[in-house]
DNA sequence: TATAAAAACGTCCAATTTTGTCGCATTGAT
DNA sequence: ATCAATGCGACAAAATTGGACGTTTTTATA
């Protein structure tokens, strides 16, 4: 039995393909946990798991000290297996994330999506795909290709706190090489910018990731700015989102038609929405929101399905803009 | 070595909580993958495995034939490792799917969840969550909840191909209990409808899964109307989204600001997309898109920031809301 | 209620597996 | 060239495993 949980413990040791730990190394850690074995019962344990087909665990023949990793692209096994709900809810899950996430970042769940196939086709479950539907609220953009590599030097660079070089073409013009100081991943739109500073320059810029040629990690240290909070960056309006760079609570009152009504109430604009009728096909919605211009998008998007009856700011704002418009279409 | 898969096979048929399987039943199929073992070993085995703190199984200690089942919701373990790319991308998943997902929905795959927190704390990168920030492209509504158990069955009823009873609570009524004969899942708008028929009706409904108060599976086995194919019902307008009950493909002649080009830039509308400039300020964007009322309220959404040139009943259906939209706010 | 079958569990013991040790070959660094 | 580290084969001692059998408890059936 105690050999049953030091296989377990030296499998959980070892790393997936491109990573790989060596055979001292493994003996070291697992004298950590108190195992009181031989170096010569690791490599006959090692050598014996990696017989298995049910470990696709290999090492590298010609180094010396024999270096262990997972064989890649196979699926994760786990325990407990995955159940027919969580593999149902994997694969919507991948639905969800199909239009939002770019296939490098995808990709990198693609043993778990699998697996859920897997999981769906030997309980028998097969037909569910053709039972499952998703009907988006907005439309999907093609989201932006990232190229694998720099996606893992990013990441990498991120969760160490190192620097990387990388090669940077931005529009309009040539690619340039630099030395990228990276602080924080800002996910907008489907693409995804990097908030970083170059060599050792203090201006905190956004680069696109998906405009970088390749990357590649430096061995010098992240220094973070003083006072620099990826999320008060976001919210200081540097990615130009938040209404009047400042976000304000308003109590938005509408006018708004029966579809709509229907839809807020299913999924309610705040938790203390009030909706009361107005005639027989209007509706008076109360809500407080933040002022966003998501918000903004969100109302315009209806077109007369709603009218914006309060604060009284927010419909100036919009009566100005439908003047506009009206010149635009004459 | 032997033992080590048969532990392993063991471990693989042992479900999670709720349900559970019998020392004879892991028996036979044990022997159906040709291991010659007699029932006593079955049994120790079990006994020597739920000893063990890392395989956190049980028996139910008062029924004769015990069944084992895994305890608790605690996070699955896996091999290889989960890396701490995937745990990242878990987390950003998690964000992305936080306004989405009902919380019911999303609450089984928490385990994968808190298993890449775990992974991503052990390694020392405890501080990625600073270092990411998601800025959402729609106004997030609140996702309706909805009842778990209900969720588990009509999961397992879809799955299963059965009917269930459920008592449902259409909008301003009391609440009824039905037969239910589900033929499909749609998610639209962070809600979810059962598309079913009732009874033996042969009319389809949709049925908004956070009506349901309860719904308990029946032995039924569902009846699918001849030629019913849930995505046929879905494009054929059955929820109100394609444009005139058909989807067009339509050469649309936008004229953009600055912010949009960018936007479009880097997620284009489509794979074919041209981009080219009017004057200083303004760009002509010339794509082929299917002609939904995703469509329409994206291009709505940006206000003046969008003038549609062509297809000209696009223009003209334009056109006439700005008018109806100028008498509403006068 | 009686009876038989099935399952759990304790124990013994032989067969098997595991593991430490030693010796030797190979490799890489100093 | 030399030394230390590693891999690997062999062997024997130690530990574990797993079948056999018996007893007790529970469940199903007549």
Redesign the interface.
């Known amino acids: 039995?105690e050999s049953?949980?030091r296989?377990?413990d030296m499998?959980?040791l070892?790393?997936?393909a491109p990573n790989s730990i060596s055979t001292p190394e493994i003996l070291e850690k697992l004298q950590n946990m108190r195992y009181a074995v031989d170096l010569r019962t690791v490599q006959r344990d090692l050598v014996?798991l990696s017989?298995?087909p049910?470990?696709p665990i290999a090492n590298t023949e010609n180094t010396k000290p024999l270096r262990w990793f997972?064989i890649d692209n196979s699926s994760?096994?786990?325990?407990?297996?995955?159940?027919?709900?969580?593999a149902?809810?994997?694969k919507?899950?991948e639905?969800?994330?199909e239009p939002?996430?770019p296939p490098s970042?995808?990709g990198?769940?693609t043993?778990?999506f699998d697996l859920a196939d897997k999981r769906?086709k030997e309980?028998k479950?097969e037909?569910?795909i053709?039972?499952?539907?998703?009907?988006?609220?907005?439309?999907?953009?093609?989201?932006?290709e990232i190229e694998p590599s720099v996606l893992?030097v990013v990441?990498e660079a991120?969760?160490?706190?190192l620097r990387f070089k990388a090669t940077y073409q931005a529009?309009n013009k040539s690619p340039k090489t630099y030395e990228i100081n990276p602080?924080?991943?800002?996910?907008?739109?489907?693409?995804i910018y990097l908030v970083a500073t170059i060599f050792d320059y203090t201006d905190v810029k956004q680069l696109?990731l998906?405009r970088f040629k390749d990357a590649e990690l430096s061995d010098r240290v992240v220094l973070v700015p003083t006072d620099f909070?990826?999320?008060d960056y976001?919210t200081q309006g540097s990615?130009?989102?938040p209404v009047d760079n400042h976000l304000e609570e308003i109590t938005l009152k509408l006018k708004v038609n029966v579809?709509l009504k229907?839809?807020?109430?299913?999924?309610?604009?705040?938790?203390k929405q009030k909706i009361s009728d107005i005639d027989e096909k209007h509706y008076l919605l109360e809500a407080i929101v933040t002022n966003?211009e998501?918000?903004?998008?969100?109302l315009?998007?209806?077109?007369?399905g709603i009218?914006v009856l309060e604060p009284l700011e927010l419909?100036q704002a919009?009566?100005l803009?439908?003047?506009?418009?009206?010149k635009?279409?004459?």
């Open positions: 039995m049953l949980l296989y377990f499998l959980c070892i790393p997936k014996k017989a298995s049910l470990f997972w994760p096994m786990q325990l407990p297996m995955m159940s027919t709900d969580e149902l809810t994997f919507l899950a639905m969800f994330l939002l996430l970042v995808r990198r769940l043993g778990y769906l309980s479950f037909h569910w053709e039972k499952v539907g998703v009907v988006p609220n907005n439309l999907p953009l093609l989201p932006a893992a990441y991120l969760l160490k706190s529009v602080l924080g991943l800002v996910f907008r739109h489907n693409s696109a998906h909070v990826l999320n976001i990615f130009s989102y579809f229907q839809v807020l109430l299913e999924t309610p604009l705040c938790a966003t998501q918000l903004h998008w969100w315009r998007s209806f077109g007369t009218e419909r919009f009566a803009e439908v003047k506009a418009l009206s635009m279409y004459c």
